[in-house]
């Protein structure tokens, strides 16, 4: 059971690159979310679904965009990359609303912007 | 609006004795979800400990159990006869269990004392 798998996991970009952090899951949960991490710090929500074909701004947005076709993924694309985009970034997907409901991780994905 | 507080950015145990980490949130509702994540070095995001809210048992996984008090809307994490392996950052989250998002505490990094 493969869970919540993100890649890549590491990657390096140059100021003003783009790209694109591919998650994806297969236990058929209605959320997902991405979060980035900074060093030494919590999770800030970036974006996140409550299923196919809807998406909400977390907590900072700005400078990312993710799209929501099927119930298996959830792409989060950064758009001209800057050195404040430095994080790891975390993929979680949720069965809430269901009972037994719990939020499952990917391994996270390590971004640096030079 | 939702919030989660962990009020402890940093504590400390020595080896082998018993600490608790402490969580409280804000929220109307009455049928939740509380969970308490642990984030070692390796920044995987390790599920700990889950609560029901309307169980009023308070949940128990080996070494870890918390204390759930749900009128003072306090969720905290005792660890028992702690171990170097259990030096991480720890989450507390809340899920509304409907259709909202889940909210994460800020965190608290624990160290083990040899």
């Known amino acids: 059971n493969a869970g919540v798998t993100q890649t890549p996991k590491f990657r390096i970009l140059k100021i003003g690159q783009s790209m694109t952090l591919q998650c994806t899951q297969d236990?058929?949960?209605?959320?997902m979310y991405w979060y980035r991490q900074d060093p030494g710090m919590g999770l800030k929500l970036i974006y996140y679904?409550?299923?196919?074909?809807?998406?909400d701004k977390g907590e900072v947005p700005n400078g990312y965009n993710v799209s929501r076709s099927t119930t298996e993924d959830f792409p989060l694309r950064l758009e001209l990359a800057a050195p404040s985009q430095t994080s790891v970034y975390f993929c979680?997907?949720?069965?809430?609303?269901?009972?037994?409901?719990?939020?499952?991780f990917g391994e996270g994905s390590w971004l640096t912007v030079v | 609006a939702q919030t989660v507080t962990q009020s402890q950015p940093e504590m400390s145990v020595q080896e082998a004795e018993t600490v608790t980490l402490s969580c409280t949130y804000d929220?109307?509702?009455?049928?939740?979800?509380l969970f308490w994540y642990k984030q070692p070095p390796s920044r995987q995001m390790i599920l700990v400990i889950r609560?029901?809210?309307?169980?009023?048992q308070n949940a128990t996984e080996n070494r870890f159990s918390v204390n759930f008090q749900k009128a003072a809307k306090s969720f905290s994490l005792k660890i028992s006869d702690s171990q170097l392996g259990d030096a991480a950052m720890y989450f507390c989250?809340?899920?509304?269990?409907?259709?909202?998002?889940?909210?994460f505490g800020k965190g608290t990094r624990l160290h083990i004392l040899p």
């Open positions: 979680a997907s949720s069965n809430q609303g269901q009972a037994g409901n719990t939020i499952y």
């Open positions: 236990m058929n949960h209605n959320y």
């Open positions: 679904s409550v299923g196919a074909g809807i998406t």
């Open positions: 929220t109307s509702e009455s049928d939740y979800y």
């Open positions: 609560q029901e809210a309307y169980k009023q």
């Open positions: 989250a809340y899920d509304p269990n409907r259709d909202d998002k889940i909210i």
